[in-house]
């Protein structure tokens, strides 16, 4: 699997809503171990989820992900945010969440294909200093990362919204 990805100032929409409209998987298959173990770590700066995405923004098997300084548009049709499966690991910090559920919606580990439930998952996930949502959690003993390189937080929600809006995509 690939490694040591940086997604910075994008913006993923479509342009209506259906059923399947999803936008970031990272980890295809929870049976690739063999490639994705020790791989996929994604860094999502800056970004923007906007609208008609249903769910994956983004979902992540194996590798560690950390998603900061981003935005998710308001989407009543929106399923979850941010999405941990088999193996993965997520921190996630200053960005602006916007579904107004528990941490359990906003942050969703899933079951998969392979009909594993939430509970036969390994994975560690971390929410600070967002909007709301905040919290952690892990499951058969993953241990959480925080990202080892500094980077620019924006702590301030309006100027995070408006710096993500106005950028030129």
Request: glycine share 6%.
């Amino acid at each position: 699997g690939s490694d040591n990805i940086s997604v910075t100032w994008c913006k993923f929409t479509y342009t209506n809503y259906r059923a399947h409209n999803t936008s970031n998987l990272v980890g295809h298959d929870d049976w690739n171990y063999v490639e994705d173990e020790n791989h996929l770590n994604v860094t999502w700066g800056n970004c923007w989820w906007d609208a008609n995405i249903h769910e994956r923004t983004p979902r992540v098997r194996y590798g560690k992900n950390h998603i900061y300084n981003s935005y998710m548009s308001d989407d009543s049709k929106r399923n979850s945010e941010i999405q941990v499966g088999y193996e993965g690991k997520i921190y996630a910090d200053y960005n602006r969440l916007t579904q107004a559920v528990t941490t359990s919606n906003a942050y969703k580990n899933l079951g998969t294909a392979n009909n594993k439930k939430p509970s036969d998952l390994f994975y560690s996930y971390k929410f600070e200093n967002n909007n709301k949502n905040n919290g952690s959690g892990n499951h058969k003993s993953v241990e959480y990362f925080t990202p080892t390189y500094s980077y620019l937080k924006i702590t301030d929600q309006e100027t995070l919204a408006s710096e993500i809006k106005n950028a030129n995509y």
